[in-house]
């Protein structure tokens, strides 16, 4: 039997290999989506290791998710206005339909209660129907979208979506 656990990422080789799983996950998942011009652009932007260590500096957090003893993805979490911003949560293709989100989900729904947080709110970009789908199989709502100028003449194309928690 399969074993989730859920590892802070608190030193530098954990940041690191987050850092590359993201690589990873993005080439793999968002080309199709974004193109490969705005995935290396945002990557280095949001997802490389001195980006992942300036938002850890500035309060975010993030864990590694293992399946047994497999890095199979990972999550970034961010307090703000008293919710809980779910920045990231990718899992590695080959470990994708094995209800990983859904675990990090009750995961950080945990989180949130012990801390005393009642919503859970995310992006997500337009495009990425499988995504969109699980979200909202996990109880999110769209409430809003935006589009965000992230530099270098892209934008992320993005619904607004939020999960209020019975805390």
Not at 12 to 19: C, H, K, M, Q
Not at 75 to 83: L, Q, V
Not at 93 to 98: A, D, M, N, Y
Request: hydrophobic share 40%; proline share 1%; net charge negative.
């Amino acid at each position: 039997m399969k074993q989730t656990r859920f590892v802070p990422a608190r030193s530098d080789s954990e940041i690191l290999d987050i850092a590359v799983l993201a690589e990873e996950i993005w080439h793999e998942h968002f080309t199709d989506i974004i193109g490969k011009e705005q995935v290396d652009y945002m990557i280095e932007k949001f997802q490389s290791f001195p980006a992942l260590k300036e938002q850890i500096q500035n309060g975010y957090e993030y864990f590694q998710i293992y399946s047994s003893h497999t890095m199979a993805g990972y999550t970034g979490i961010h307090e703000e206005d008293g919710a809980l911003f779910l920045s990231k949560l990718y899992i590695k293709k080959e470990f994708r339909g094995q209800h990983l989100a859904s675990e990090a989900f009750r995961y950080l729904v945990q989180l949130c209660r012990d801390r005393g947080i009642s919503k859970i709110w995310l992006t997500c970009n337009k495009h990425n129907a499988n995504t969109l789908a699980v979200y909202d199989h996990l109880g999110f709502k769209i409430t809003d979208e935006q589009v965000a100028d992230i530099g270098n003449g892209f934008v992320m194309d993005d619904y607004i979506l939020a999960c209020q928690l019975g805390v």
